[in-house]
């Protein structure tokens, strides 16, 4: 909406990616805090608690009736606030979002499985991981149909090692199911995703901007790829939401964000890293989330084989 104002009104300030930015982080953190505590009533209300996993430490036991599911209010209020600041004739903007929902929605339905079983168990892993690939090949479809840069490239080196051509779509579908999983494995165990998520989102924003911009990508001999920098606006406001939400999530949690939440979320940093062509630096990046799912690797292993964590 603020886009067409520029547009139709001449209105230049909304002409600039950074106000419509910060415009997107602000509403999304008003949405976020002022909608959290009438869903922490209602699920309260409904009794949506979170389950526990049997491999989680002890200490974990006693968040047991904490409320679950938050990652609705704050994907919600994110998509809110990037419908009113973004351009929304930019392909790369619709698929942002369309990222966020189709990862809610598989989230959201483990969640509700999670609740009604009340066991940790949730979807199964076939069902989930179906759904997973369904909604990032669609992803990486739709972005490779609008012509997104194929090229394959490595932190510190300026020019790409190979063109994966057709191959980019399988291997976007990878980066996007790593990561979704890997925030949700970090926010499934201790529910401490938030803060990472932020960080990440961040960084990502910074370059996603920059590969977008024709001047500073090539003056950091950085890839250029053209309408990309609007995604700024979905990032922005995710990390807008997430802090919000973290005033709700901080010790002592009144809510977690669920699958709901940290699928979505993880599935975005990971369109936020294809679209930067920073795959392979999305290692550093999101290195609390490949610490912490290398950490439930070895927790839920040894507990397997050993009885013991």
Known sequence: MLYFIYEY?????????????GLGFFIAFLFTTMLMPKFISWAKSKRASQPISDYAPDGHKLKVNTPTMGGIVFIFSTIIASLL??????P????????LLLFGLIGMRDDFAKITQKNNAGLSSKMKIFFQILSALLVAIVLFSNNMNSDLYIPFVKNPLISMEIFAIIFWVVVIIATSN????????????????????????VLVYITGNAVLSSYLLLPKVSDVGEVIIIGASL?????????YN????????????????????????ILSKSEFLLFLIGAIFVIETLSVILQIGSYKTRGKR
């Open 85 to 90: 600041s973004a351009d929304l004739s930019n």
């Open 250 to 273: 901080c010790h002592p949690a009144q809510i977690f964000m669920g699958d709901s939440g940290s699928l979505s979320v993880g599935a975005f940093i990971g369109y936020m890293a």
């Open 9 to 21: 009104f001449n209105i230049n300030v909304f002409q600039y990616l950074t106000v419509r930015a």
């Open 182 to 205: 890997a925030v949700n494995l970090t926010d499934g165990l201790d529910g401490l995703a938030t803060v990472p998520s932020i960080y990440s989102l961040i960084s990502l924003s």
């Open 92 to 99: 790369f903007v619709l698929c942002g979002i369309s990222t």
């Open 239 to 247: 990390a807008g939401a997430l802090i919000g939400f973290l005033w």
